[in-house]
């Protein structure tokens, strides 16, 4: 066959849009917009109370609302940040809470990804029980768990450590993890992974150069699920992490006090903590949207 | 490259289904191999345990003299092409012509002449970069046939590669994959339902049915020659016209013999009687009568068709072709109706089967002629046709075996009767 017939088949590629045609569709999405923007609005509503709330001296705080330093901007100062930025006690607990939910999110999704692999491609006896019972695990509440594994931490020596913490993520990390990549793996065509092999790859390289690159979305919105959850908990580390280790959460609450609150502390802080979540967000949200239609169909 | 052999090789699945059952063909160096049969007949499960994705139940596959049933489909040497294709959806076209050479760790500089030259023979130099899902099917089929070219491997096999195209597209495909394998002289098995498509492309064909090979030989022998009717019935298109007939000594000559299909007779020819001398066996008994639509022509049209080569029908539809025109019509002759014929009408029309049994006890056959172009038959009249008697086909109507002392014997009934018996008579 020659070039020429090729290229008559070419698949249409979508002609670039000119500059009318995409004014004349922003218009008549208008209505539409406008109602996304609100909503955004009343959404980052309380996210702008708080950061503009971190930025006012205490004296202020304790006496007005946030938002009269709309209106009198020579409120604002970077002092709370200073402050809470040389205290020990928060910038310790920030890396605590960095050094727990690193591993505890990798953790789980490479283990996730390689047991859900095997759960839903390898042909093992037993399998399907197993992943029976991987399933009947999600439904297992943390709390039941709290005062074993406490003993077994201290049987251990792992009790108030790091590594007790991030364990005890990544054990109930898993079991949603290897649920939701099992059913995403499993989608993915047989003739796939047939034809990787053919093509001369072990069952790693299988993993690695198809599996792998083909669930990117639902490997996405696992991780910052997972992400979320141990940077946001509080429960976990409150039992197993002790005061040196205790992360952002456990330093936020320590400063609550029973009449009012340091708000010079609590404001930045959790105005910080908030920053990183938002961020890991933010550069996976393309994904994140992907990963939750991703599965549903096909 | 290397020869394919598969020595009494039988799949069972785990709940007892019997997909192939020893199943023995030799594929020669670079010969281009067509496995043919109708959907569920096992060779699709077949050109799997070839490539390894399917274990072995018993038997020996072996690619250029090595025994490959416990080799996984890495260590193999092969290329495959699938029927939806397979192609990495997150690679360019250029990475998934060169995915199996990086896996093996071909030189970049190599796999990047290698895929820039396989683009060219395919005529897909301007879609290097895109991704599959920007190609047309097409296209993507193009691009999964480079995927195997590409890696020069001891064998190509192929699933139903063509089933996804259009009917012009096909027609063009399948020239070009059989140019393509002839250039390069990789030994190939190709599966398909298309029986169009076996006898075009392959050197050898071989017709499986329900798990079991019926015959293997060389497209044209096949055609001429087939071993039962199954493989009359399935190879052609359109279909050999079966009817039920008996077989009769003429009274006053007796090296002459008739075969009465209702009311009517046809006087076989003597050249037919010099290579089947077996049919004189049969002389009184019921037999299937096979006629070729091809040897069916209008005799108003012919010179001179001699008494007992015409035969009265009653014309149905005519569908002129514009080369040469179909007339379906109806003859006062019983179908034949056995497993064969059932399974083959079933695979071609997908009647149910309480219409399937309604035809089959009806006292007269719907059958198909091609004729000349320009007939003047038309829907509802009588028309006389001229049978070439010198073509006519018969077989046995308890065993479904041809009476054809050319016919190569079925594997099944000649144990050792496999690989290349070129019956061509």
Redesign the interface.
Known sequence: ???A???A???P?PPRESWAQRMTRAVSRGPLHLVLIVIALVWLLPTVGLLVASLRPPSESAQTGWWKALTDTSQLTFENYRQILDDPLITQAFWNTVLITVPATLGVVVIGALAAYAFAWIDFRGRDWLFVGVVALLVVPIQVALIPVAKLYGTLGIFGDISGVVLFHVAFGLPFAVFLLRNFFAQI?R??L?????????EL?VFR??IL??G?PALASLAIFQFLWVWNDLLVALVFADTSNAPLTVAIRSQMRQFGTNFDIIGPAAFLSMLVPLAVFFAFQRYFVQGILAGSER | MAGVALEDVTKVYDDGTVAVSNLALDIEDGEFMVLVGPSGCGKTTALRMVAGLETITAGEVRIAERVVNRVPPKDRDIAMVFQNYALYPHLTVADNLGFSLRLHKVPRAEIKRRVTDIARILGLEDLLNRKPRALSGGQRQRVAMGRAIVRDPEAFLMDEPLSNLDAKLRVQMRAEIARIQHDLGTTTIYVTHDQTEAMTMGDRVAVMRRGELQQVDHPQALYEHPVNLFVGGFIGSPAMNLVEGVLEHDDEQSGVLWARLGEQRLRLADSLLADRPTLHRYAGRGVAVGIRPEDLKDASMTTGPADGQRLRVSVGLVERMGAETYVHFTLDAKPVFTEDTRELVRERAEMTDNVLEQRGQAPHSECVARVQPRTEAREGEQLELAVDTSHVYFFDLETGQAIDDAASPAPGAAPDGRGDHGGTG
């Open positions: 066959m020659s070039a017939t090729a290229t088949s070419t698949a590629i065509p003739e796939l047939e034809a990787a092999r053919i093509d001369g790859a072990s390289k150069t198809v690159p083909i990117l």
